[in-house]
């Protein structure tokens, strides 16, 4: 069965950095896109990023462009989230996500930005 395991979050103060891995199993990874979207207290889940299958192309939340980077290992059946100048608005539970079919959610990493 498809499971997608995240790991990385984390405290950290503004202005710092952490890396967000997804581990994925049960299907082809490399022949689908991936997904990062996080969820605020009080706040809708949204987009933060995407990556093609291949990793030739991705796209970013206007808030997170310039600051986090998407990329995948096809190898490793893993997609990266790197968020660097951390602001405390990004404070939120972080999740992967696959559409195979239907959606898929990992079950979500604690991101706290705080002083």
């Known amino acids: 069965q498809v499971q997608l395991v995240e790991s990385g979050g984390g405290l950290v103060q503004p202005g710092g950095s952490l890396r967000l891995s997804c581990a994925a199993s049960?299907?082809?990874?490399?022949?689908?896109?991936m997904s990062w979207y996080r969820q605020a207290p009080g706040k809708e889940r949204e987009l933060v990023a995407r990556i093609t299958a291949s990793g030739g192309r991705t796209n970013y939340a206007d808030s997170v462009k310039g600051r986090f980077t998407i990329s995948r290992d096809n190898a490793k059946n893993t997609v990266y989230l790197q968020m660097n100048s951390l602001k405390p608005e990004d404070t939120a539970v972080y999740y992967c996500?696959?559409?195979?079919?239907?959606?898929?959610w990992g079950q979500g990493t604690q991101v706290t930005v705080s002083s």
């Open positions: 049960g299907f082809t990874f490399s022949s689908y896109a």
């Open positions: 996500s696959a559409v195979i079919r239907t959606w898929y």
